[in-house]
């Protein structure tokens, strides 16, 4: 059974720092990758690591955010700094045993979340 939980979400002012983390049960995946989804707004792309080392990023976050893998734990991480209160939605965790996708329709499983809220 595929389960990816996150944790490391919470509350902190513009200019912090966060760390989430993904736990991955039951799967070895070839992509994973963060998304985010705002109040009202669309899933979006956040930062994604494919094998061992190819990683992306969106511009939105590129410099402030860092995505790293730990195989021998399985666990997916989101190093996040320099927040700004754009940054505030729900986070999640996704895998896909293929090529890395931005478009979140390609990935089949998913985390609950967790949530980022940033004040200013």
């Known amino acids: 059974q595929v389960q990816l939980v996150e944790s490391g979400g919470g509350s902190v002012q513009a200019g912090g720092s966060l760390r989430l983390s993904c736990a991955a049960y039951?799967?070895?995946?070839?992509?994973m990758a963060w998304f985010r989804q705002g109040p009202g707004k669309e899933r979006q792309d956040v930062a994604s690591?494919?094998?061992?080392?190819?990683?992306t990023y969106a511009d939105s976050v590129k410099g402030r955010f860092t995505i790293s893998k730990d195989n021998a734990k399985n666990t997916l991480y989101l190093q996040m700094n320099s927040l700004k209160p754009e940054d505030t939605a729900m986070y999640y965790c996704a895998a896909r045993w293929a090529g890395c996708s931005r478009d979140y329709r390609a990935f089949g499983h998913w985390g609950r979340g967790t949530q980022v809220t940033v004040s200013s």
């Open positions: 690591i494919e094998g061992s080392d190819l990683t």
């Open positions: 039951g799967y070895t995946s070839y992509c």
